[in-house]
């Protein structure tokens, strides 16, 4: 009877060693594949390897890390704190869980992890910076909270003097002609962006006080009719990729009443060209009105230009002022588009409720960093997920919704399906539940290391069925992505 005991527990610890073992294997498959930037396998063999060692906390700390690096925040945030159950000494589980809180704009609980840190490393200077860094950002919203009131804030535009604003004799540059956009404008502008040169201040200025104007005056909901002959481009995120989207113009024609194009938000962050994306589409937007199309992302919000750059890029080039007017400008943005009462387009995606209406969209008032829930944090925000019904999305903010949801919503909605943007496919674009969730893609070897193609769409007014055109990247000056983040998301992403 001791023997077969004996027996028994050896062989459970023989078990046990060889699971570890291969437990090993699977990690160094996924590191692997993390050093080739496959994040997605990555992530696979990191899960299999805590299949079978699910007590390491070094494997969850690096599958945080790879959840981090294909913005699956809610996921990383889980990852790490679960490292952190298991081992509560591990010092990368608290980086972990403060870049994925950084990365949600959970910036006091980003805090509290640096100062345990600084407290176990009190000489680790890398460890104070990051506490210091973070501190600062949590007194910056404590101080924009205060001096925030519920009366209409002052718009930076009513401070602006443009009249008396001098262009000096040495500028070079384009200019509006009598303060207008023109064809011949955009035209040198883009050129102008192509050798990295900047436009004139005034001119930025110029271009967004009008495009403020314009924007405030449309709906919530845009709703456009194609005629049978008709066609519209559609295009997916950007993130400051400005010579990939001159080479969208290239492959599909400049943009023109009869040549209209939808942007479906995300145009800036990440990429360090964002200023000269934003600043292209804008100045189409006032050149086209009615036939050039912008969707808020997002990324077009406070929190996410502060973390990914473009906060730190439009006062590189410019000024902090600048910045609040775009600020600004963001908050106009219309939030969805309906082509022929069929096709709804927006960026993220469905609801986290059933029963939401097109009048519901029409009536959201959308001048205002986007909610924590409700509609519109959802069409900024959501996934959608293979398997019937919602879970929590791995982002952290929103849901996921199934093909049972789509379902519904198309026909309560009397709809044929939706176009949405918000993550990278690997070719570009991707159609999912059976045909009804399109997810479109235009940032190619998105931030330089993604490997994916970039895709827009044509839809014809005549069938209204998708025909879907790929593109990959193309060569830009040696300016790295995120080189404006903020440098606790450029180090928190190591």
């Given at each position: 009877?001791?023997?077969?005991?004996?027996?028994?527990?050896?062989?459970?610890?023989?078990?046990?060693?060889?699971?570890?073992?291969?437990?090993?294997?699977?990690?160094?498959?996924?590191?692997?594949?993390?050093?080739?930037?496959?994040?997605?396998?990555?992530?696979?063999?990191?899960?299999?390897?805590?299949?079978?060692?699910?007590?390491?906390?070094?494997?969850?700390?690096?599958?945080?890390?790879?959840?981090?690096?294909?913005?699956?925040?809610?996921?990383?945030?889980?990852?790490?704190?679960?490292?952190?159950?298991?081992?509560?000494?591990?010092?990368?589980?608290?980086?972990?869980?403060?870049?994925?809180?950084?990365?949600?704009?959970?910036?006091?609980?980003?805090l509290k992890d640096?100062?345990?840190?600084?407290?176990?490393?009190p000489n680790d200077?890398?460890?104070?910076?990051?506490?210091?860094?973070?501190?600062?950002?949590?007194?910056?919203?404590?101080?924009?909270?205060?001096?925030?009131?519920?009366?209409?804030?002052?718009?930076?535009?009513?401070?602006?003097?443009?009249?008396?604003?001098?262009?000096?004799?040495?500028?070079?540059?384009?200019?509006?002609?009598?303060?207008?956009v023109t064809m011949?404008?955009?035209?040198?502008?883009?050129?102008?962006?192509?050798?990295?040169?900047?436009?004139?201040?005034?001119?930025?200025?110029?271009?967004?006080?009008?495009?403020?104007?314009?924007?405030?005056?449309?709906?919530?909901?845009?709703?456009?009719?194609?005629?049978?002959?008709?066609?519209?481009?559609?295009?997916?995120?950007?993130?400051?990729?400005?010579?990939?989207?001159?080479?969208?113009?290239?492959?599909?024609?400049?943009?023109?009443?009869?040549?209209?194009?939808?942007?479906?938000?995300?145009?800036?962050?990440?990429?360090?060209?964002?200023?000269?994306?934003?600043?292209?589409?804008?100045?189409?937007?006032?050149?086209?009105?009615?036939?050039?199309?912008?969707?808020?992302?997002?990324?077009?919000?406070?929190?996410?230009?502060?973390?990914?750059?473009?906060?730190?890029?439009?006062?590189?080039?410019?000024?902090?002022?600048?910045?609040?007017?775009?600020?600004?400008?963001?908050?106009?943005?219309?939030?969805?588009?309906?082509?022929?009462?069929?096709?709804?387009?927006?960026?993220?995606?469905?609801?986290?409720?059933?029963?939401?209406?097109?009048?519901?969209?029409?009536?959201?008032?959308?001048?205002?960093?986007?909610?924590?829930?409700?509609?519109?944090?959802?069409?900024?925000?959501?996934?959608?997920?293979?398997?019937?019904?919602?879970?929590?999305?791995?982002?952290?903010?929103?849901?996921?919704?199934?093909?049972?949801?789509?379902?519904?919503?198309?026909?309560?909605?009397?709809?044929?399906?939706?176009?949405?943007?918000?993550?990278?496919?690997?070719?570009?674009?991707?159609?999912?539940?059976?045909?009804?969730?399109?997810?479109?893609?235009?940032?190619?070897?998105?931030?330089?290391?993604?490997?994916?193609?970039?895709?827009?769409?044509?839809?014809?007014?005549?069938?209204?069925?998708?025909?879907?055109?790929?593109?990959?990247?193309?060569?830009?000056?040696?300016?790295?992505?995120?080189?404006?983040?903020?440098?606790?998301?450029?180090?928190?992403?190591?």
């Amino acid at each position: 009877m001791a023997n077969d005991t004996a027996t028994s527990a050896r062989g459970r610890r023989e078990k046990m060693a060889e699971e570890d073992t291969n437990a090993e294997k699977f990690k160094e498959k996924a590191n692997n594949y993390f050093k080739e930037r496959d994040y997605e396998n990555a992530i696979k063999y990191y899960t299999e390897a805590l299949e079978l060692n699910p007590s390491s906390a070094i494997y969850f700390s690096n599958r945080s890390l790879a959840y981090l690096r294909t913005e699956c925040y809610g996921y990383a945030l889980a990852d790490a704190t679960k490292c952190l159950e298991i081992d509560q000494n591990y010092i990368k589980g608290y980086y972990r869980r403060a870049t994925s809180n950084m990365a949600l704009g959970k910036f006091k609980a980003a805090l509290k992890d640096y100062e345990t840190v600084v407290r176990v490393r009190p000489n680790d200077k890398d460890a104070k910076m990051k506490y210091q860094e973070c501190n600062k950002i949590v007194k910056q919203k404590a101080f924009e909270r205060a001096i925030a009131s519920d009366e209409m804030k002052r718009s930076v535009v009513d401070s602006l003097d443009i009249e008396n604003m001098m262009i000096e004799d040495q500028y070079t540059g384009p200019k509006l002609e009598e303060g207008k956009v023109t064809m011949r404008f955009m035209k040198e502008m883009m050129e102008c962006f192509k050798d990295q040169k900047k436009l004139h201040r005034k001119c930025a200025y110029q271009i967004l006080i009008q495009v403020k104007e314009l924007l405030s005056k449309l709906p919530s909901l845009i709703e456009i009719t194609l005629k049978e002959t008709e066609k519209i481009t559609i295009c997916g995120d950007t993130h400051g990729q400005f010579y990939d989207l001159i080479n969208i113009f290239e492959l599909n024609g400049l943009p023109s009443e009869t040549n209209p194009y939808l942007f479906n938000g995300d145009f800036v962050d990440r990429g360090s060209f964002s200023l000269e994306v934003i600043l292209t589409l804008f100045g189409f937007k006032l050149l086209l009105p009615d036939s050039f199309y912008l969707l808020r992302g997002n990324h077009e919000t406070d929190n996410m230009n502060q973390m990914y750059g473009f906060e730190g890029e439009v006062k590189a080039k410019y000024t902090a002022q600048m910045f609040t007017l775009f600020s600004e400008v963001f908050q106009w943005l219309p939030l969805a588009q309906c082509i022929n009462g069929k096709v709804l387009v927006m960026h993220g995606g469905l609801f986290s409720e059933d029963g939401v209406t097109l009048d519901d969209l029409r009536k959201i008032d959308r001048n205002r960093q986007p909610p924590d829930s409700g509609p519109m944090c959802d069409l900024l925000w959501s996934d959608p997920q293979p398997q019937n019904g919602r879970c929590v999305s791995k982002r952290g903010v929103s849901c996921q919704f199934g093909p049972d949801v789509t379902e519904r919503f198309l026909d309560q909605n009397n709809l044929d399906y939706i176009v949405r943007s918000h993550e990278v496919k690997a070719e570009g674009y991707e159609v999912t539940h059976s045909g009804k969730c399109i997810t479109v893609f235009s940032a190619p070897n998105y931030c330089d290391q993604m490997c994916n193609k970039g895709a827009y769409i044509h839809l014809s007014g005549s069938d209204l069925k998708p025909q879907f055109h790929q593109f990959t990247a193309v060569p830009h000056p040696n300016v790295k992505p995120m080189a404006y983040a903020n440098s606790l998301m450029q180090m928190g992403m190591m």
